[in-house]
């Protein structure tokens, strides 16, 4: 099994930065994409970033310049940076993991498709 856990979140001055961690650990044969989204209070669920597994990356409008999503192969993790943060980036912040897991014999073996838990950024005027 694949397991997520992401890390980063928090309270954070307007124009100020956050990095986001969201880390696979378990049987991890790859990670084929890997996206962040957010969902504010009385909202719906948005894709914030995506990136790929050659590394192309689209990002939403409103995040464009702002954030950078990445990735590191060796750790398994994914990384959001979120610099001049606005309080209209407050939002609990979603990782989202697809890829392959590890079967016996260190070769592909099942897909998954992963959430985290979900972490809080708070951004203040």
């Known amino acids: ?3 997520l856990a992401e890390s980063g979140g ?4 307007a124009g100020g930065s ?3 961690s969201c880390a696979a650990s378990g049987n991890v044969f790859s990670i084929d994409a890997a996206a962040w989204y957010r969902q504010a209070p009385g909202k719906q669920r ?4 995506t990136v790929t597994s050659t590394s192309n ?3 939403a409008d409103s995040v464009k310049g702002r954030f950078t999503i990445s990735r590191d192969y060796a750790r398994n993790t994914v990384y959001l ?3 001049s943060l606005k309080p209209e980036d407050t939002a609990v912040y979603y990782c989202n993991l697809e890829g392959l897991q590890n079967s016996k014999g260190d070769v592909a073996g099942d897909p998954y498709n992963l959430w985290g838990q979900g972490t809080q ?3 203040s005027s």
């Open 1 to 3: 099994q694949v397991q």
């Open 10 to 13: 928090g309270l954070v001055r």
């Open 18 to 20: 956050l990095r986001l």
């Open 46 to 49: 948005e894709l914030v970033a």
């Open 57 to 59: 990356t689209v990002y």
């Open 81 to 83: 940076q979120m610099n």
């Open 121 to 123: 950024v708070t951004v």
